[in-house]
Each structure stands twice: as structure tokens, then as C-alpha cells.
């Protein structure tokens, strides 16, 4: 039971401290990439590669409404024959940065997730992105790490417990969502 209760504490600690400006942020980001009709990107490893896919499948499927114009969005996660092929042929370093030269335009908006910050095919495709032009958001955990250091908006949740840390991002995904669609509530220039 101690386990239990420890962990639901630095649960509870780590979404109390989410830097509620950054997540509005976030969601005016998000907004304005659909306004513009820009695309988005999600990308991860791992825990983060599931919340990358599952961002992407609630932005796209979860903001739909009656004559609405549809989100833009796409996870890199979820090709395997090109990831595996990326990473078989050019190394895994360059699974993402590479899918982003056929895809990305200046303008559209990258959504880097990663616990640590420090993932090199993360850095290379926020690197990448940036000689694009692109908007770019780090959702991460522990201290940010380089990743920090290189996005126009990092959202660090503080902890280095991977568990709550990837908990907390998809918290961040859900509060997202809802942002998004009260916005898009409010403002009916999204209907077609």
C-alpha cells in the first residue's frame, strides 16, 4: 500500500505543477495551425511513441464536429515498414527527422514527446524542423534536457519517475483536446 500511495503522490505533485500557461499556449499553437490550415506532427519513443498516437488519434478523430473542416495531424510513429526501414537502412537517429523532409513546410507545427529530452532522433527532427520554419513544442519530463533548450515552447513535467512523467503527458494530450474543442465551440469560422 505504501507503493501505491507514494506513487499517487508524486502523481498528484506532477500534474499540480503544470505550467498552466504553457498548456494554454500550447492549445493557441494548436488553434492556429488549424486556422491556417497548417499540419501537425506528433512524434516519440517508446511510452512517448503511444501518446504521440494517441495525440494524433484524438486531435484528428475527437475534435470532429457537424460541418467541420478537419485537424491535420499525423503521428510518425505509426508507419512501421518506413521506421523500421529508416532505421535499417539509415539508423535509427534518423527515423523522424527523415519522414519530415517529405512532409513538413514552414509554418506547420512539430509535437516533440520524450521523458528525457535527450533521444537523438528527437533532437534531429527538432533540428530539422526549425531549418523549416516550423513551430516546434517539447512535451517533456525529468529537467527538459536538450530538448529544452532547442523548442519555441517546452512543457517539462517535473519528475524522474518515467511512469508519472508519461502519465502526465497524457493528461497534457487529453487537457489539450478539450481546450481545442471549447475554442473551436466558441468560434464558428471552423464550419464549412
Known amino acids: 500500500m505504501d507503493n501505491i500511495e ?4 508524486q502523481l498528484t505533485r506532477a500534474v499540480e505543477s503544470l505550467p ?16 491556417n490550415e497548417k499540419q501537425v506532427f506528433t512524434l516519440g519513443n517508446g511510452g512517448s511513441a503511444s501518446t504521440a498516437s494517441h495525440m494524433a488519434a484524438d486531435l484528428a ?13 499525423l503521428s510518425l510513429n505509426d508507419n512501421q515498414a ?15 527527422s527523415e519522414q519530415l523532409q517529405n512532409l513538413i513546410r514552414a509554418g506547420d507545427l512539430l509535437i516533440a514527446i520524450s521523458a528525457s529530452g535527450n533521444s537523438p532522433n528527437v533532437l534531429n ?3 530539422y524542423a526549425q531549418r523549416q520554419s516550423a513551430e516546434v513544442v517539447g512535451i517533456l519530463g525529468f529537467e527538459g ?8 515552447l517546452a512543457i517539462v513535467v517535473p519528475s ?7 502519465d502526465v503527458h ?18 464558428q469560422a471552423w464550419v464549412v
Do not use: C, S, W
Request: glycine content about 8%; cysteine-free.
Open 6 to 9: 507514494a506513487y499517487l503522490q
Open 20 to 35: 498552466r500557461d504553457r498548456l494554454t499556449e500550447l492549445g493557441e499553437l494548436l488553434y492556429r495551425a488549424y486556422r
Open 61 to 73: 478523430k475527437n475534435t470532429i464536429g457537424p460541418n467541420m473542416r478537419r485537424f491535420r495531424i
Open 82 to 96: 518506413m521506421l523500421t526501414a529508416l532505421a535499417n537502412d539509415l539508423g535509427y537517429d534518423q527515423v523522424f
Open 125 to 127: 527532427a527538432i533540428r
Open 145 to 152: 534536457g536538450e530538448a529544452a533548450r532547442m523548442v519555441d
Open 160 to 166: 524522474d519517475h518515467y511512469g508519472v512523467v508519461e
Open 170 to 187: 497524457l493528461i497534457i494530450n487529453h487537457i489539450i483536446v478539450d481546450y481545442f474543442k471549447a475554442k473551436l465551440g466558441a468560434d
